[in-house]
């Protein structure tokens, strides 16, 4: 009697266990690659959007400064007289005005929000004031009615650190000029605007300590989130004296 031999065998248990752990080893390695893939395309959006503003409130800047009369920062000199009263450019402890050509520059730093010390608002709203530029050819922002500078309208007002779905905050803001940088013989003046932004992602804490990103090991950490950047610019002032 002839018997036909089977050779269609199954699978032993050790060949499906290798099988497995092959396919396990395959899905982990192709997840990490989509989630390290996915992190370094966020960080990217994140360090973008902070250039994109970056840039966008240097050209607002320069070109109200440039077609404004030189300023005057605290007590300097210009010629022979001294125009502190007309100063343009007001520091408070947590934020500032800068009032130039046709808008003022209002900000809030981040340590004022975070501690609800706000010391720029808008009138009759809550909303919160990071870092605005608001139509205001005469300056009024920067000069005191009755002691104090006045609340700010929301009408015309553009919220300049606000870039898709990434909140962002000024971490510090300054603007120079020494008597070096004025000339006489043109009456011209340069300054030179210093400011950091960054981006936050909790309300609460922020994930920026000291100017840095917190480091991936630290709890409160937001690496695909997290960017910061300084950014120095300079701008001339036009050819005529503010009036007095």
Request: aromatic letters at 10%.
């Amino acid at each position: 009697m002839n018997h036909r031999i089977n050779k269609n065998k199954g699978f032993t248990l050790l060949e499906l266990m290798f099988a497995m752990t092959f396919l396990s080893i395959l899905l982990i390695t192709i997840a990490m690659f989509v989630t390290q893939i996915s992190s370094i395309y966020q960080r990217g959006i994140t360090i973008r959007s902070i250039n994109l503003v970056g840039r966008s409130m240097t050209t607002a800047m320069q070109k109200d400064i440039d077609n404004t009369s030189p300023f005057l920062l605290t007590d300097q000199s210009q010629g022979s007289q001294t125009r502190a009263k007309n100063r343009n450019y007001i520091l408070f402890d947590g934020g500032g005005r800068l009032c130039v050509g046709n808008h003022s520059y209002i900000w809030n730093t981040v340590d004022a929000i975070q501690s609800n010390a706000m010391v720029n608002k808008y009138s009759g709203s809550n909303k919160t004031i990071r870092f605005v530029q608001v139509p205001d050819n005469s300056g009024t922002y920067c000069k005191q009615n009755s002691g104090k500078y006045p609340d700010i309208s929301q009408d015309g007002s553009i919220e300049m650190l606000d870039e898709g779905d990434r909140e962002m905050n000024i971490y510090n803001f300054s603007v120079s000029s020494n008597d070096a940088d004025y000339d006489a013989v043109t009456n011209q003046r340069v300054y030179t605007i210093q400011f950091t932004i960054g981006s936050i992602t909790n309300k609460e804490y922020g994930v920026i300590s000291n100017n840095e990103c917190r480091a991936p090991s630290d709890a409160q950490s937001d690496v695909d989130y997290c960017s910061i950047n300084s950014f120095t610019i300079t701008a001339r002032a036009g050819n005529k004296l503010s009036s007095e």
